[in-house]
Nanobody, 118 residues
Framework: QVQLVESGGGLVQPGGSLRLSCAASGFTFSAYAMNWYRQVPGKERELVASITSDGGSTNYADTVKGRFTISRDNAKNTAYLQMNSLKPEDTAVYYC???????????WGQGTQVSVSS
C-alpha cells in the first residue's frame, strides 16, 4: 500500500537548518508531483512547497521563499525539504503529500515535528 514516511525533524535554534526527508513506497513515485505542508495546532494546514514529478519545477509559499528548497531523488523514491535560516514561526508538524487526481485522493505521511527555539 501507499506509504509516506517523513524524517529529519527536531529542535533547532533560530537561524539553524534542518533537512526533512519523505521516503515513498507503494506507488510510482516518479509519476507524481510531491508537496510539503505544515500545520500548527489550531490552524489550517499550509502548503509550503511543491515539486513536479521530474523535479523540473518548484513552487514555494511566500513565507519560506529563499530559505527552503524542495528536491527529489526519483531513483531513491524520496523527496526532501532543505530548511535554512529557520525562524520560530517555522515551528510546526511537517507533512509529505501527493494527490492521485484520477481518483481524487490525497495521501499523507505521519508528519515530523520541527521546533525552532532558543
Amino acid at each position: 500500500q501507499v506509504q509516506l514516511v517523513e524524517s529529519g525533524g527536531g529542535l533547532v535554534q533560530p537561524g539553524g537548518s534542518l533537512r526533512l526527508s519523505c521516503a515513498a513506497s507503494g506507488f510510482t513515485f516518479s509519476a507524481y508531483a510531491m508537496n510539503w505542508y505544515r500545520q500548527v495546532p489550531g490552524k489550517e494546514r499550509e502548503l509550503v512547497a511543491s515539486i513536479t514529478s521530474d523535479g523540473g519545477s518548484t513552487n514555494y509559499a511566500d513565507t519560506v521563499k529563499g530559505r527552503f528548497t524542495i528536491s527529489r531523488d526519483n531513483a531513491k523514491n524520496t523527496a526532501y525539504l532543505q530548511m535554512n535560516s529557520l525562524k520560530p514561526e517555522d515551528t510546526a508538524v511537517y507533512y509529505c503529500n501527493f494527490v492521485r487526481r484520477a481518483i481524487a485522493r490525497s495521501y499523507w505521511g505521519q508528519g515530523t515535528q520541527v521546533s525552532v527555539s532558543s
